[in-house]
């Protein structure tokens, strides 16, 4: 006997918390499945740090940095947790965008001002400084394994019905809704779902399969293992903002990426490549870090962070979907709403998305075009 469901929300990290959260507040019957248990480390969401980062210059993302910030903050009201650390960004290097950036922040009502390197440098010595330092105090850190549960617990007590460890083995598109095979300890059990919201991360593709091309049309979505790491501090009395670091404008060849980090504590300075880990199986990872990216991520650290030990160290293992263009899908195709190729650099919009998820759900409004699956 098929189940009939309103909605269900395939994927229980940041994007589908989210997502039901949104849902359950406009008193919408959500079931969010999980394939895992609460707070694995398998997908793109563990840990305690992620950078709010506002350093956006296009005014689709500098208008979800001021909404994230206002919802951050309702979520913490409503949950009765901390969940962003007011540390503020600094983004130095020489990124063309930076002055842009800065001006739109500004118009948008943050916060966002050009530092001198050594004014930069005496403030966070923890970090060397040698070109433009743009400071941002509205940035901070976020911390993941506080967000989920706290989005998944008020969506349950607005009656969502949340399953982990139950995985989606088969996904079938017709016109009037989506039927799902859905395995867990208890069996297999088949569900029809008037629609489904897809936030599956890494496994979008795979979930997704033969339906697209038949009917759904998006963006390649390329996997990547990332590896960031946890650096011992050395100067404990350093004051440590979130930071990001782009390449160029001095000796240094040392690069693979721009650097991002911040610091997570109780662990360390965690400092990382964005977007250059080997392309992988989500479901066939080695969660070992790749020896050339990390003695150069060492040498990085030996560098341009004087503030920790670049010898003392933790690698830490995650996934990144990345879109050709790194935009999101935000789309609706018939009874599926798509939340995918967040490309490294969605988890301080987190929120909004679920928003954004929810309006596409509800029919309440289109997403912004950049977000569009046939872009
Ligand atoms: C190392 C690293 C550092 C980052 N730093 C930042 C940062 O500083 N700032 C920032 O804004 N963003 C950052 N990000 C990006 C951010 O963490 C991600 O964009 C976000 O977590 C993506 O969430 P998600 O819900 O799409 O994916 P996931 O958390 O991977 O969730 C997808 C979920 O779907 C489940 N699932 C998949 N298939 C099925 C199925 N068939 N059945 C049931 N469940 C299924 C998976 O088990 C998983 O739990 C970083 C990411 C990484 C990896």
Sequence with gaps: MTTILDTVVIGGGAMG?????????RGRQVTLVEQFGPGHTIGASHGT????????????????????????HELEQDSGETLLAP????????????????????QAGLRAEFLHPDEAGERWRGIR??????????????????????????AVARGADI??????????????????????????????????????????????????GRRLRIPKLTVTQEQPAHFRVADPGAV?????????????????????????????????????????????????????QLAALQDYARTWLPGVDADAFEAISCTYTTTPDEDFILDRIGPVVIG??????????TPVVGRILADLAT??????EIFSASR
């Design 129 to 154: 400084f040698d070109q433009q330092v743009l400071y941002m105090p509205d940035g901070g850190q976020l911390n993941p394994e506080a967000a989920l549960p706290a989005f998944q617990r008020l």
């Design 17 to 25: 918390s989210a997502a039901a959260w949104a849902l359950s507040r």
């Design 87 to 106: 540390t503020g960004i600094v983004t130095h290097g020489p990124e063309p965008m930076l002055p842009d950036a800065a001006a739109a922040l500004v």
């Design 240 to 292: 440590w903002p979130g930071f990001n670091h782009y390449p160029g404008g001095s000796d240094y060849a040392g690069w693979y990426s721009p650097v991002y980090g911040m610091h997570t504590p109780g662990e360390g300075i965690k400092a990382g490549w964005h977007g250059v880990g080997p392309v992988v199986d989500p479901d066939r990872r080695s969660f070992q870090p790749e020896p050339v």
């Design 49 to 72: 740090t992620r950078n709010f980062n506002p350093g956006y210059h296009r005014p689709e993302y500098v208008a979800m940095v001021a909404e994230s910030l206002d919802l951050w």
């Design 163 to 212: 399953r982990h460890h139950t995985k989606v083995v088969s996904f079938e598109v017709a016109d009037d809704g989506v039927t799902l095979g859905l395995e867990s300890a208890a069996g297999t059990e088949v569900v029809t779902a008037a629609q489904v919201v897809v936030t599956a991360g890494g496994w979008t593709g795979k979930l997704l399969g033969a339906a697209v």
């Design 363 to 368: 029919g309440t409004r289109p997403a912004p």
């Design 340 to 349: 995918a190729g967040f490309s490294g650099h969605g988890f301080k919009f």
